[in-house]
């Protein structure tokens, strides 16, 4: 056969003919205190007079055009597994030897296939993946570029032949499909599934039929080590990937859109629990970054841990299902070095306690009153910086230092603006019951942590309440997107009114190009914000993260009040880790940061630009009496209101100096300063109040909290 095969003159050739070499490495393996002569005598003796090229087998590799000359199977198996002893004793690699392992994915999956030939674990192999080898594969993949365009799985079983031609190896080089899944997986059953596909919905329908089949799925992440182990075998009803996609089934994916894949599949690997790295890279898919990046380390590493994993499963040493961790950044890392946890979503801000109620008091049920009233005004992020105390006459209003001075409040001017809403509220309020309510701002010029005074008197003669009083306990965030429907004449000119009416500018934006590069700048913005450190901090410490948070705190942002779908909640949570956004800054990603500015231009009716007269705190505090009567009314119109302040207030910050920011995010900022101006029209010399958006679109599904009035009001007399 051999020589024929020679004769046919197909340009095969014969590797340098090593079988008596690897008969006396078999002889000394046998009997390692044999000396060369020794090892001679027992060579020609196993022989038995054979001639040495008529021993063996002479194995074929095609793609090669190469014949080797290799001795039979058990021969050639026990001396290649030789050096596994007795690590894996004799019976027990026999035991392994026998096993049939399917494996799904070969980019990932490779390095397993490969390891586990190695290690002499399986002789029988289903091996199914449709992908061909392209050049980028080559940072993980065992292949070279000859091999280029060839067959994921045609490639590994190559290199598995290559280490052992006795091995039984059947592709499926079209990949799995729902009509040869049953197929691949019953001719013979395997024992262990290595799975390490990248389509969700075939990672669900492979786990669909190993559980009715009762066979164990082995899955590694090549991120942190992460090891998945479903014993279907000893746990025939287990939650598919433990639970972790409940109620969603492969078929329920098949037509699935990328968004809803993509929610699967960061609920199966866990958002808070993936490394920072890759948690980076998956905020840049689809702008920077084309698909997942893995790294050769970390898929040896994984072939190594799945290995191991499927050796002990075979040999009834393991039996838990779970996931496990083989996290080298945390095993290997310097004593004293600080590595991020797995999560690090802001701990709840803690309130004081709400105090007993009250004895019935006429008057102070009413100052009560007007108080919930004013502090159901905006502040920023939900900060609510204000404390009340009443004399008998007046309530005085200040700031609370612990809530005000954040990065977003340079010179305490957003903290003006929400006391100048709150101080609207009180006079509005007061009209609703026959009070007259005078707001004297900054009264004491030795403290300047007061605000403003507002003194209640009798309104004599009586006059009718201030409609807009009615919308007070109404008005809320909408942060939901539209369309991008125009507002009716009639609309904008009640909102330029109610501007006017307390001395300030109001400019609509809506021409669709206006609105487009105002959104493209309100997406740089957010891309500053989330990738320096002080603001990403700040924006993660007003978030509540939980339902049960915002009720206690009574302050901040709701999450549930961003209006997020599962993608995008998916995404937020990501960004949430400072150590993610730091990565991400480093390589110059941050695209989809800007993804926002950009929707919320194609979302809107409108945005709004309210700036006032002067640059002082005066101006602030009135124009935030002004804003608020704007807000009012857009509410009684049904027009969703969302405040966009972070901005104008960090242009604010770059323009004095930019303390607190670096020189580089300084200076963007700078850079965007003059189209902003432009596009919003804010003349110099007044007070950029607030930026926000208006559309036409449904009420919000959860509206903020505001702490307790107690909390924030005592009574001297």
Known sequence: MTAALLEAGHGLSVCTDTLMAQLAELMETRAPTLDGAGIERAVQAHLAGVPPERYGNWV????????????????????????????????????????????????????????????????????????????????????????????????????????????????????????????????????????????????????????????????????????????????PD??????????????????????????????????????????????????TLRSWPQLASAVSLGAAVVTDTVRRIALDEFRGSGRYYVDLDRIVCDPTAAVEP?????????TSATRGRHRPDPQRDLVRSLVEHGISAPSGGNAQPWLFDWDGTTLHCRRD????????????????????????????????IGLVASVRRFPDGEDASVVCAIDLDRDTPARSPDPLAEQILRRCTNRRLGRRDPLAPAATSALDAAADARGASLRLIDADADMDALGKILGAGDRIRFLSRTLHAELM????????????????????????????????????????????????????????????????????????????AAAFFEGGRALQRVWLTATALDIAFQPLAALPYLFMRAEAGGAGLSTAE???????????????????????????????????????????VDDVLTFSR
């Not at 001795?71 to 198996?77: A, N, R, S, V």
């Not at 049939?100 to 390891?115: D, F, N």
């Not at 037509?255 to 609920?267: F, G, I, S, Y």
């Not at 230092?401 to 957003?414: C, E, F, T, V, W």
């Open 238 to 287: 287990r939650a598919i990937f433990h639970g972790l996609a409940a109620h969603t089934s492969g078929a329920d994916l098949r037509d699935a859109t990328p968004a809803r894949k993509l929610q699967t599949a960061m609920a199966i690997v866990g958002i808070d629990t993936v490394s920072p790295r890759l948690a980076a890279s998956a905020v840049e898919i689809g702008t």
């Open 342 to 350: 797995p999560t690090d979503a802001p701990a709840p801000v803690r």
């Open 541 to 616: 410490s007003e978030l509540r993260w939980s339902a049960d948070e915002a009720l206690h705190t009574r302050d901040g942002i709701d999450l549930r009040t961003l209006e997020l779908d599962a993608t995008d909640l998916a995404a937020l949570r990501l960004t949430a880790r400072w150590r993610v956004m730091e990565l991400l800054g480093h390589v110059g990603g941050g695209g989809n940061l800007e993804a926002f500015g950009r929707r919320a231009a194609k979302g809107s009716s409108a945005f709004g630009s309210l700036s006032f007269p002067g640059d002082d």
């Open 666 to 708: 300084t200076k963007r900022l700078l850079d965007l300063r003059p189209a902003y101006r432009s596009l919003t029209g804010v003349p110099e010399g007044h007070a950029d109040v607030l930026l926000f958006r208006l559309a036409r679109v449904d009420a919000p599904s959860v509206r903020a909290l505001r702490r307790p």
């Open 60 to 235: 074929h590799y095609p793609w090669r055009r190469q014949l080797v000359h290799l001795l039979p199977e058990d021969e050639f198996t026990e001396l290649r597994l030789a050096r596994n002893r007795n690590k894996i004793t004799a019976a027990e690699q026999a035991r392994l030897r026998a096993l049939h392992i399917a494996i799904v994915g070969l980019s990932v999956g490779q390095a397993t296939a490969v390891t586990l030939a190695m290690e002499g674990i399986g002789r029988s192999f289903a091996l199914a993946d449709f992908d061909v080898l392209s050049l980028s594969n080559l940072n993980r993949l065992r292949a070279s570029v000859t091999d280029i365009g060839i067959n994921k799985a045609v490639l590994t079983a190559r290199a598995m032949l290559e280490i052992d031609p006795y091995l039984r190896i059947r592709v499926e080089a079209l990949g799995l499909r729902d009509g040869n899944i049953a197929t691949f997986l019953s001719a013979p059953p395997p024992d262990v599934i290595v799975e390490e596909c990248d389509d969700i919905p075939m990672k669900l329908l492979v786990r669909e039929a190993a559980r009715q089949a009762g066979i164990p799925v082995v899955m590694e992440t090549s991120d942190r080590g992460m090891l998945d182990v479903e014993r279907f075998d000893l746990e």
């Open 401 to 432: 230092p612990k809530r005000s001075g954040s990065m977003l409040d340079h010179a305490h001017r957003a903290t003006w603006v929400a006391f100048g809403a709150m101080a609207e509220n009180i006079v509005l309020a007061a009209t609703a």
